[in-house]
Structures are given as structure tokens and as C-alpha cells.
């Protein structure tokens, strides 16, 4: 069933009362948070991922994106779609869609859809959409559409070493915040990360969750590390095209298209692209600038902003808390 053509407002209602009747706690985002099954939400986007999971309908071919943020989502997004339209739109071609939008605008988050005040009801909207539909999610696993498993439609995982995502949300909050606004001192923030507490946090559930099931159903949950993209972008590239169906060819390979993929979604070249320097992204309740989503983009980052012990205190329970999943992050 979709979201009925009375409008979004009405049909987020329900959840809106239940979201509203959530444990919620102020945390390091500019927003307060909601706990639903083990998991703290911004709070505006709670009732628009409740929707989400009882309504969407997946479709065999869509792909959806998924991560924690801050783990390289917009980089996902970039590569997914080059890798997934390279056929109509040549990665080294100079009118590539990603170079007059943000991967934001061409890979939009489901929650995007449900979220109220909107124009048109998102059932019509997404029963629009040509296939292949890609979409991107930070939600839990537990809480994907109940119509994602078994549809035979494909999940992409981006992790991150947490010491990086939290010290890129940080960056990321106090860049965005509105004026005015206050977030917690860093090692308050730092606290509140460790203690699961961030968005869509904690990142170790969010992690074992996604990683479990890709072990479990390989050919439909793919689990890729940030860290592995960087050092092995071909190769990672070329796995992830294996994976959505549509490997590169022998002749595709000669010619260089998966390098042509990583240069085009390459942090620089997006910097450089106008949509992303000026561009704005979010809706009514909460919108950014684009130029907020480029960084630095560096593997261990985190060294210049916490220090050996934080980081091994983070380590510390990360590791213990992924005990028995049999993921590590150990090393990376
Ligand atoms: S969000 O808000 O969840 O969508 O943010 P997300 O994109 O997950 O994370 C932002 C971090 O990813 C870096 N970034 C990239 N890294 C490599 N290549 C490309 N193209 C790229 N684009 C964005 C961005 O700089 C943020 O990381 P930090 O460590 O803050 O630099």
C-alpha cells in the first residue's frame, strides 16, 4: 500500500503521534532524537522513516544505498549512479549528469518523499520513477522497507571507521548548524558517540546489522568499507558493478571506464561542479548548503582531532560491541 493521495501530512499522522510517543533525548545533533528498537533517530526524520518501511514498495531492480552518516554518502551516491548509467551517460563524457547536479538531487534519500510539508503524495512520485530507482537510506537494517528483503532489489552498505565519522559529523554540525544553535562541546559530543548516541546511531548496531545480512545474502547486501574505496577504487568499483548486475565488460575495462568513474565522482572534481557550491539540500525543516558534504575526504582524519586515548577508547567498545559478528574493524 502506498501513502494515499490525501497528501503526505496526512498519512505521516499516525506516525507522527508515534514517533511523538518515543523515549527522546537532546544529542550531538542540531535536532533532538527519538529510540525506536535500539536505535536513536533525528527527530524529525522518525515519522518519515516509519512511513518509509510500512509503505515503499521495492521494486526487483532498485538499489539502495545505505550507510551511517558521514561514511561516505555522497561519494556512494556519485559512483552507484556513474557505475549504474554509465550506458546513457559516458563517465568521461563532459556533460555527465554529475557534473550540473548534486548526487544528492540524482540519488535522493527515501525519507525525502514522506517528508512533510510536500507538494504531492509520494506513492504517485515514486510509481513514477524509471527503473533502475536508486535510493539512499542512514536507517538500520531492522527498519528498511519491509518490502526490501526478498524483492530481489539490491542493498549497497558504505561503512567508516568511526573515529572519522565522528569527527566528520562534528566538522559537518558545526558547519550547518543554524545560527544561534548550540551543539555539545567536542569531548561531550565525543561521549555521547561512544555511548551510542548520534545519528542514527549506535554505529556498531548500525555496522553488525548490515554486515550480518550481506553475509547471509550475499547476491542482495553487498557491505563495502570507505577505507577499501580509497585504496582499491578499481577494484572496488569494478566489484560493486559485478553486484548490481552490470559488470564492465573486457572492452569497457581496456578503455578505462572504471577509472573514468572514480575520476568523475573523485572529492575534487565534485567540489569543483557548481551545483555542489552552491546548491542546497534538505527541505523545509532542515536545509544546508552542498558545499557542506566536501570535506577532506582523508582515511584517519581523525588523528588531528582526538586523541590516542579517545581513539582507543572508541576502538575499545566498537570492537567489543562487534564481538560474535564477525566483523572486525581492527587494523583499518
Ligand atoms: S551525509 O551527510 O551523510 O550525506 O555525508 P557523507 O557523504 O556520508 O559524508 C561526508 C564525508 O564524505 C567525504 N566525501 C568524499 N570522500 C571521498 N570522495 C568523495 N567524492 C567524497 N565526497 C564527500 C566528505 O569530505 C566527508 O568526510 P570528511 O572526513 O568530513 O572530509
Known sequence: MFVGESGCADALSKYEALAASLPARQGLGITPYRK?????????????????????????????????PKSGTTWLKAVVYAVVHRGRHAPAGGRHPLLASSPHDLVPFLHSFYE??????????LEDMPSPRLFAVHTPFTALPASVPGSGCR??????????????LRHFLDEIKPGGSDIPPFAEAFDQFCGGVSPFGPVWGHMAG???????????????????LKEDAVGTVRRLAEFLGCPFTDEEVASGVPEA???LCSLDRMRSVQANQDGVHGT????????AFFRKGEVGDWKAHITT???????GI?????????LSLAGK
Open 309 to 315: 586515548e579517545m581513539a582507543q577508547k572508541l576502538d
Open 210 to 228: 548490515y554486515w550480518e545480512e550481506s553475509v547471509a545474502r550475499p547476491g542482495e547486501v553487498m557491505f563495502l568499507r570507505y577505507e577499501h
Open 261 to 263: 568513474v572514480i575520476a
Open 116 to 125: 512533510s510539508p510536500r507538494s504531492a503524495p509520494p506513492g504517485p512520485l
Open 284 to 291: 523545509g525543516r532542515l536545509s544546508f548548503k552542498n558545499t
Open 155 to 168: 542493498v549497497v552498505y558504505l561503512c567508516r571507521d568511526p573515529k572519522d565519522v565522528f569527527v566528520s
Open 318 to 326: 566498537v570492537e567489543e560491541m562487534l564481538r560474535g559478528s564477525g
Open 36 to 68: 525506536y528498537d535500539g536505535f536513536w533517530y533525528p527527530e524529525h526524520l522518525m515519522a518519515p522513516t516509519l512511513a518509509v518501511r510500512d509503505t515503499f514498495a521495492a521494486r526487483p531492480t532498485d538499489v539502495i544505498l545505505a550507510t551511517m
